[in-house]
């Protein structure tokens, strides 16, 4: 099983980027999807949540400004991130829990820098 992510890159502050993460190598799909972030200096917290029925929760921070969505016949998962500030660079992750393998995975990370 691979994430696959993409999508990062340099913004300014009130600047929209979108990252999507696709999940290759199993034919079941992840229940489970979700994003994580890890800011420098920081541990990695959590970002969004996205269940197969599309039941989303999302940290306090970007309530509002992010929407997570999913692709399920594609096991496909995107962060729609808006009116980006300066806090909210970090290196992005994607995560996905296969209760079928028992396991959840994990993308290889995706920079978002924005600045002031």
């Known amino acids: 099983v691979q994430l696959q992510a993409s999508g990062g890159g340099l913004v300014q502050a009130g600047e929209s980027l979108r990252l999507s993460c696709a999940a290759s190598g199993t034919i079941s799909g992840p229940n489970p999807m979700a994003w994580y972030r890890q800011a420098p200096g920081k541990q990695r917290e959590l970002v969004a949540t996205?269940?197969?029925?599309?039941?989303?929760k999302y940290e306090d921070s970007v309530r509002g400004r992010f929407t997570i969505s999913r692709v399920n016949a594609k096991n496909i998962v995107d962060l729609q991130m808006n009116s980006l500030q300066p806090e909210d660079t970090a290196v992005y992750y994607c995560n996905a829990f296969w209760e079928s393998l028992g396991r959840e995975y994990w993308g290889r990370g995706t920079l978002v820098t924005v600045s002031s």
């Open positions: 996205i269940s197969t029925g599309g039941i989303t």
